[in-house]
């Protein structure tokens, strides 16, 4: 998926990316590297001026998906979390960050995969971080692709 598409889907297309202030930080093609950032916004925030653990487990989820989905074509394959299992080390304060990496050999497997069975998972480690570098989240999640459902792929026509 070419950077400006996966653009339009984090930051135009997706009404819960955009309340969360979710921006398209990096994205290494040929390393497979995603970073995704959630700006600084006082509606992330949790009673305490923290951000939100909701908010925290929207960003690795979001990265996760976009790393597998760089890699995709969505009109013909979707990806969808099945399992989150996240871990909270640190007061989450400011910008946080999460890269999320899927290098090209894997995804071609879980292609692969996906045409012979129409279904492949991947999982993942993933790992949030803020301004300072410090590691505020640590999650594991397991993505599933499936076929596009066609209601769905109009939202890629292009």
Do not use: W
């Not at 400006?4 to 969360?20: G, T, W």
């Not at 653990?53 to 074509?73: S, V």
């Amino acid at each position: 998926m070419e950077k400006e598409l996966m653009v339009k889907i984090v930051e135009e297309a997706c009404p819960f990316a955009q309340r969360m202030r979710l921006r398209l930080r990096e994205l290494d093609g040929e390393g497979g590297k995603v970073t995704l950032a959630m700006e600084e916004d006082p509606s992330n925030l949790n009673a305490f001026g923290l951000v939100h653990a909701g908010a925290i487990c929207g960003l690795a989820e979001t990265a996760g998906g976009m790393a597998l989905m760089h890699h995709l074509d969505p009109r013909e394959i979707l990806v969808l979390n099945t399992v989150f299992n996240i871990r909270y080390v640190h007061p989450p304060r400011g910008e946080l960050t999460c890269t999320a990496c899927v290098v090209e050999e894997e995804a071609r497997a879980l292609e692969e995969e996906f045409r012979r069975e129409r279904r492949a998972d991947k999982a993942m480690d993933l790992k949030v971080f803020d301004a300072n570098g410090t590691l505020v989240a640590q999650a594991q999640a397991t993505f599933r692709l499936v076929p596009t459902p066609s209601e769905y792929s109009k939202h890629f026509a292009g």
